[in-house]
C-alpha cells in the first residue's frame, strides 16, 4: 500500500520547484483525493485565510507513472464529486 | 425679427440628419446608407473587387432623426410605401412609434459596443434568429439589440452556442475569466477565446475587483441567503459566484437573475447551463458549510486595461475577426467623468453601418 507521507513529500517537492505558482506565495497540499489510477490533488496558499476564495488549484497525479498532470473535465466528475467525501489525505490544521 | 424666427422654425421642424459610414465618398449616393441601385452597384462592386453580402444587406434599411421628434429606424420597403422620410413623418404617432428608436435601450447595449470585437450576431445561431426577424421586415440593427435584451432577460438558453465559445471545454484553473467572458458575452462583446491559464490572482475576489471597476463583493453560506442576496440585485442582474470545495480547491460561475425571479447560473469553463442554484452548487461540487462569494457585476464597468494585463482577454492582435480589437475599442470609446462608456447614438449607427 502507498505510503501517503512519502506521496505527499514527493509532490511537495515537486511543486515547490515549479514556478507557476509563485505569485502565490508558498503552495501546500490540502488535501489528496483518491481517484483509481490517479490521484487529484489540491494545492492552497499557506497563508491563506479561512474567508479566502482560492480558485482552484488541482493537480492529476498518475499512479503508476508519478507524472503530474493538468486537471481537465475529462475526468469522471461524479468518481471526484464521491471523493470528495472521503478523502484520501487532509492536511491536518 | 419674425423672419429669423420663421428660419429657426423651418429648420428645426424640416431638418433631416443623416449620416454616412466609413470609406463613403461625396456624391455617391449608391449604397448604405442610401439604397442601393442594382443597375450600378454591379459596377462600384467591379471596381472595387468586393463581393456584398446579401444575407446581411445593410443597405435595407434608413436612419433618420429630428432632433425634436426622437430618431427612427426604418426598413426600405416601407419608407417606400410610404413615400420617403417627408411623408413619414407626417403619419400619426402610432405608426412612428413601431419604428422608434428607444434611445435608454440603445444606451444600454451602445454602452459597451466597440468595432474591434466580434459581435455576437455573427453566430450561426444567432444569425438565424436576425435572419428570420429581419424577414419581417424589422431590420438588422433594432434585432441585434433584441438579442443581447434577449440574454439579459432570459439567459443564455437560447445561445447556449455562444457560451461553449467562451472555452474549449478543458479546465485550465480560468475559472474566473471564463466568467468574466460570460458578463463580456451577455453585453453583446465577444472576445476571443484565451486559454493562458490562472489569473494573477489566486484568490476569487481580487481577481475579480480587479477586472471589473465597481465590483461589489458580498460573502452568503445557505442556499436560501444566496438566493436573497442575489434577488436583491433585480431584474437582469448578474455576476460571478465562487465556490468551494471540500478539498479546498474553488471554482468561479456567472449567473444572472432572469424573467420571473429565476436565477441561471452558466459556467463559461464547459459551456453548461443551470437553471438553479441548488443544481449548479451541487454539481460543482460546493460544500454547504463554506460560503459562496457573490459578485455583483452587472453595474459594474470593464477595466480592459487590467484585462489585458492579466490576460483575460488578447491585447491588440489576433482577434477572431482579424482586427486590432482593444486597440480600436480604446480609441472610440469616449468617458465621462465616472470613467464609464458613454457614445452617442449616431456615433453607434455610423460603426454600425460601417461593419
Redesign the interface.
Known sequence: MTNVDTVVRNLQKAFDNSK?WS??GTMVI??V?DLGSYY?V?L??KNMKP????????FKVNKSTGKIE?????MD?EK??KA??N?FY??KK | MNDFRDYTNYCRDNYLAHHGIKNQQWGVRNGPPYPLDKKTSAKVKAGKGEKRNDSFNVGSQHTASRTHQGSYTVPNHVLNEVGGWDNFFKKDNQFKNSYKDNDNDLKEVVKFQNTGWKNIAEFDDVKEVIQSNFKEGKGEFRLRRDVVQDIRKNGFSNYSRLLNEVNDGNEHNNCSKCSDMVELMSRGMNPEYFSAGRSKFGMLNSATQYHWDGATVYKEKSYSNIENRIKKFGNHGSGTIGIRRADGSGHSMHFSTITGGKIQVQDGQNGKIYDTLESALSAEGHDPNQFCSITRLDNATPNIDHMIEDSVIRTSVNWRNGTTGVQNMRNTRLYNGKNDLQVGLTDFNRRYWSE
Not at chain 1, 70 to 74: A, L, N, R, V
Open positions: 507557476e505569485s502565490n490540502n488535501s483525493l487529484v489540491t492552497v496558499p474567508d479566502d476564495f482560492f480558485i482552484d488549484g488541482r493538468p486537471f481537465s473535465t475529462d466528475r471526484y464529486l470528495l467525501k478523502p487532509v492536511k
